[in-house]
């Protein structure tokens, strides 16, 4: 294996992987066409999810050389609201989630993982695009994030007086066949819509949101920016073309349930650096280690959009019953029902994004991202 790696992309996978290379003495590159890390990005607060193993993921992040350096609170209780129910309480006796931060901000998740990668001796060069596999003599880990819209995000970022809260509230009227948030922390809150659908409602499903939390729970906000992200998901056969290696979205990596991908991108960051390592094969390593997961993220999604909302009520219900962890680990891993349903999964999106190759856009995805046009000017 050439002592030399570039990586195109600069996120939570592209440094997860410069990092652990680099801890094994390789010699790294990494390359970004955005002037900083989390660049599109605006620090908002996104959720570390802790229930789909039984491993804490602080601890999986440490085994895997990667520091706690950036803001990191577990959330232990919340409150979920359903249409045609009241507020429900959720109280765990394990973090169901770790706060994070994210952007190019200081105590960001992203500035956290630029600083591990410099202080390690990756080179990270920024307002550069990278031309191809010419420019290096080495292999190539590509992690340049969602290359579609799957998943949308609407949302705004504050300061505020309330004290620390964790809300979520489901309903097609805020958020079609997905949800709202609302996280508070030391005077820093974020407010979101995520959207899997109905991208073209995008700004009334906000408005809408809005309202929904302001008549319950009255919370001053100051200083508001508003923000728009997107997520991607596909399952592909192999992610390794012309010693290239695919890693986090680029690689079609996230939680299709709900959204929730940094675990997946951090993971397919360290497996694609195990792989140059020690010179396995990355297929293996991703489809034995990750694809299990995307697999029953798929089912989920399809399962979850046919509930609606009799399908709401019933997981406010489970997460406020007690031991939601343990509710939502047995649902977010392999079973012998959920592979039964698999076939049913991939039919309904079939030409959709399965089975795509890393680094295309499929026609739904143009064709989402050109609705985006009417809700990224909120």
Request: hydrophobic share 40%.
């Amino acid at each position: 294996m050439k002592d030399d790696i570039s990586i195109v992309g600069a996120g939570p996978a592209g440094l997860t992987a410069a990092i652990v290379l680099a801890g094994h003495g390789l010699k790294v590159r990494v390359y970004d066409m955005s002037p900083d890390v989390g660049h599109r990005l605006n620090g908002d607060f996104q959720g570390l999810e802790n229930w789909s193993s039984e491993k804490d993921i602080t601890e999986l992040l440490r085994q895997i050389g990667i520091r706690i350096n950036f803001l990191c609170v577990p959330y232990t209780c919340g409150i979920v609201y359903a249409p045609g129910r009241g507020p429900a309480k959720v109280d765990s006796g394990r973090p169901i989630f770790y706060l994070v931060k994210r952007g190019p901000l200081q105590g960001t998740l992203d500035a956290g993982l630029k600083e591990q990668a410099l202080a390690a001796g990756v080179e990270i060069i920024f307002n550069r695009r990278f031309d191809g596999p010419d420019e290096v003599t080495g292999s190539t880990i590509i992690a340049t994030g969602p290359k579609g819209v799957d998943m949308a995000a609407l949302g705004v970022t504050f300061e505020t007086n309330a004290e620390d809260r964790a809300i979520v509230a489901f309903g097609d009227d805020v958020a079609p066949k997905g949800y709202s948030y609302l996280l508070i922390h030391k005077g820093y809150g974020t407010l979101a819509t995520v959207l899997f659908g109905g991208y073209r409602k995008g700004s009334e499903c906000f408005e809408n949101m809005l309202r929904f939390y302001g008549e319950r729970v009255h919370i001053d906000m100051k200083h508001e920016q508003r923000f728009t992200s997107y997520g991607n998901f596909f399952i592909s056969d192999t992610l390794v073309q012309d010693r290239r290696l695919y890693i986090g979205e680029a690689a079609g990596f996230q939680d299709f349930l709900w959204g929730f991908g940094m675990r997946y991108a951090v993971m397919s960051g360290y497996w694609a650096a195990r792989s140059l390592i020690d010179g396995t094969d990355y297929d293996m390593l991703w489809k034995r280690e990750l694809k299990p997961a995307l697999e029953t993220s798929l089912v989920n999604r399809y399962l979850f959009e046919r509930a609606g909302n009799a399908g709401y009520r019933y997981l406010t219900g489970r997460f406020a019953g007690g031991n939601p962890c343990g509710f939502l680990r047995k649902h977010y891993n392999y079973s012998f029902l959920k592979h039964l349903f698999l076939f049913f999964a991939k039919r309904s999106y079939s030409g959709k994004f399965i089975f795509q190759a890393p680094g295309r856009e499929g026609a739904s995805h143009g064709m989402c991202r050109r609705s985006m046009k009417y809700t990224t000017h909120l």
